[in-house]
């Protein structure tokens, strides 16, 4: 002190400063050290609990499966859509965002999901995946169906990692379909829907069935359910529900929905039939067996490229579950009976072009509007399968084909 009070009187600066803030509170915590610690920790106690009830933490059973999913590459964003128990379709409005990036570890309830790994709009995979409950045993071989769990923790599950290829590479052979678009779709027959409007998003899709030779490319082995005379590389492939999901995802693509299959069938609602309104009459007599993928050349949409074969060549399976709608009241809610669970819809061809591998084509057998119910494990002569593509991640309920609920409940602008 005596020497900043010469510097003073000497016109030189002084070393002596006033205590800080943080000083003087240091000193009264130094003076008060029991009080000053219990009243900090009654605030951190205080913010603690205002914290969880403005932000609670889900609780989770101890029987729910704790899930790991990673991506190649990795780092990727992941979310998963839960397909509902009554009748397959996916539930975006219950959409369930993983934290961080790829590989992701979170809770999710047994049940099958659409599985949405993003990179971004031109980088991107769907997929499906299926988490076990407690109870299931041995998984099946196809990654859709197939789990591994911790031999520790019964309840820690490892789904099968997603293989993400880029949106250019996955679509350069396939035709884009524009939308938003709205459509018409049902029709009188038997298993038909009710007529009915629906908008539909823009999608990609193979211009030809998939190949036998494509199928030997993906597995390095050639099918063995091939019929006589259609053992050649440009044949379609015939195959179970499963195995077409399975070679489909290793594309990098997904199976159409049975209102994207029809989008198409019918020019946007636009036509009768791929090609037009009127069957070539010469088409009834002349084709006496299924023809090479890329024919008959009649049958072609207006795509870039043209999509061919929608009515004149195998019938496709969707990846729609079968369910009814018993009135004309559009009840999309109703549940699929127990028995129908493991059937999905066959467009493209009726009964006796799936079941009997007969190729006629004609109005009444051709006609893209009428369904079929094959089951998912069975495989039949005239039936096979192409694929789509999203255009974009479907992250959102305007990213899917709207229900007629949907359309009613959407807000108005």
Same mark, same amino acid.
């Given at each position: *002190?005596?020497?900043?009070?010469?510097?003073?009187?000497?016109?030189?600066?002084?070393?002596?400063?006033? #205590?800080?803030?943080?000083?003087?509170?240091?000193?009264?915590?130094?003076?008060?050290?029991?009080?000053?610690?219990?009243?900090?920790? %009654?605030?951190?106690?205080? /913010?603690?609990?205002?914290?969880?009830?403005?932000?609670?933490?889900?609780?989770?059973?101890?029987?729910?499966? /704790?899930?790991?999913?990673?991506?190649?590459?990795?780092?990727?964003?992941?979310?998963?859509?839960?397909?509902?128990?009554?009748?397959?379709?996916?539930?975006?409005?219950? /959409?369930?965002?993983?934290?961080?990036?790829?590989?992701?570890?979170?809770? =999710?309830?047994? @049940?099958?999901?659409?599985?949405?790994?993003?990179?971004?709009?031109?980088?991107? &995979?769907?997929?499906?995946?299926?988490?076990?409950?407690? &109870?299931?045993?041995?998984?099946?071989?196809?990654?859709?169906?197939?789990?591994?769990?911790?031999?520790?923790?019964?309840?820690?599950?490892?789904?099968?990692?997603?293989?993400?290829?880029?949106?250019?590479?996955?679509?350069?052979?396939?035709? !884009?379909?524009?939308?938003?678009?709205?459509?018409?779709?049902?029709?009188?027959?038997?298993?038909?829907?009710?007529?009915?409007?629906?908008? *539909?998003?823009?999608?990609? *899709?193979?211009?030809?069935?998939?190949?036998?030779?494509?199928?030997?490319?993906? $597995?390095?082995?050639?099918?063995?359910?091939?019929?006589?005379?259609?053992? @050649?590389?440009? !044949?379609?492939?015939?195959?179970?529900?499963? *195995?077409?999901?399975?070679?489909?995802?290793?594309?990098?693509?997904?199976?159409?929905?049975?209102?994207?299959?029809?989008?198409?069938?019918?020019?946007?609602?636009?036509?009768?039939?791929?090609?037009?309104?009127?069957?070539?009459?010469?088409?009834?007599?002349?084709?006496?067996? $299924?023809?090479? #993928?890329? !024919?008959?050349? $009649?049958?072609? =949409?207006?795509?870039?490229?043209?999509?061919?074969?929608?009515?004149?060549?195998?019938?496709?399976?969707?990846?729609?579950? %079968? !369910?009814? &709608?018993?009135?004309?009241?559009?009840?999309?809610?109703?549940?699929?009976?127990?028995? =129908?669970?493991?059937?999905?819809?066959?467009?493209?061809?009726?009964?006796?072009?799936?079941?009997?591998?007969?190729?006629?084509?004609?109005?009444?057998?051709?006609?893209?509007?009428?369904?079929?119910?094959?089951?998912?494990?069975?495989?039949?002569?005239?039936?096979?399968?192409?694929?789509?593509?999203?255009?974009?991640?479907?992250?959102? /309920?305007?990213?899917?084909?709207?229900?007629?609920?949907?359309?009613?409940?959407?807000?108005?602008?």
């Amino acid at each position: *002190m005596a020497a900043d009070l010469k510097r003073f009187l000497d016109n030189e600066p002084i070393q002596s400063r006033r #205590v800080s803030v943080l000083g003087r509170l240091w000193r009264k915590i130094k003076q008060r050290p029991i009080v000053y610690s219990l009243s900090t920790s %009654v605030s951190c106690l205080f /913010i603690f609990l205002a914290f969880q009830v403005l932000f609670p933490t889900p609780t989770v059973s101890a029987d729910t499966p /704790i899930v790991t999913l990673n991506t190649e590459p990795e780092g990727a964003k992941v979310a998963f859509i839960p397909l509902s128990k009554k009748n397959g379709e996916p539930l975006p409005e219950q /959409i369930i965002h993983a934290e961080g990036t790829s590989p992701v570890t979170l809770p =999710l309830e047994p @049940g099958d999901y659409l599985v949405v790994a993003y990179f971004n709009d031109e980088w991107f &995979h769907e997929v499906y995946r299926h988490v076990p409950d407690k &109870h299931e045993g041995i998984p099946e071989n196809f990654a859709h169906r197939r789990f591994s769990r911790d031999k520790r923790h019964h309840n820690y599950i490892i789904l099968p990692s997603i293989k993400i290829r880029r949106l250019k590479e996955v679509t350069k052979d396939m035709a !884009y379909l524009e939308g938003p678009n709205r459509a018409s779709f049902g029709g009188d027959s038997r298993y038909a829907l009710p007529q009915h409007d629906r908008s *539909m998003p823009g999608f990609w *899709m193979d211009s030809k069935e998939l190949s036998v030779e494509i199928f030997t490319r993906l $597995f390095e082995m050639n099918p063995n359910l091939q019929p006589t005379g259609r053992e @050649g590389p440009d !044949y379609a492939v015939l195959l179970q529900y499963d *195995m077409a999901v399975n070679l489909a995802e290793k594309q990098g693509k997904r199976l159409p929905t049975e209102f994207e299959w029809v989008y198409a069938a019918t020019q946007a609602g636009k036509t009768r039939f791929s090609w037009g309104n009127q069957l070539p009459e010469e088409v009834q007599l002349n084709q006496e067996q $299924f023809l090479p #993928v890329g !024919y008959p050349l $009649f049958d072609q =949409l207006p795509t870039t490229p043209p999509i061919f074969g929608l009515c004149s060549n195998v019938a496709e399976w969707t990846c729609t579950q %079968v !369910y009814f &709608h018993s009135d004309k009241k559009l009840e999309f809610s109703n549940e699929t009976p127990t028995s =129908l669970r493991n059937y999905r819809v066959v467009r493209g061809g009726s009964d006796s072009v799936i079941f009997d591998g007969n190729p006629t084509v004609d109005s009444q057998s051709r006609d893209p509007r009428l369904r079929s119910f094959v089951h998912r494990g069975q495989t039949h002569a005239g039936l096979g399968v192409r694929c789509v593509k999203s255009a974009r991640p479907r992250l959102t /309920i305007d990213d899917f084909v709207s229900s007629p609920h949907q359309e009613k409940n959407k807000p108005q602008n």
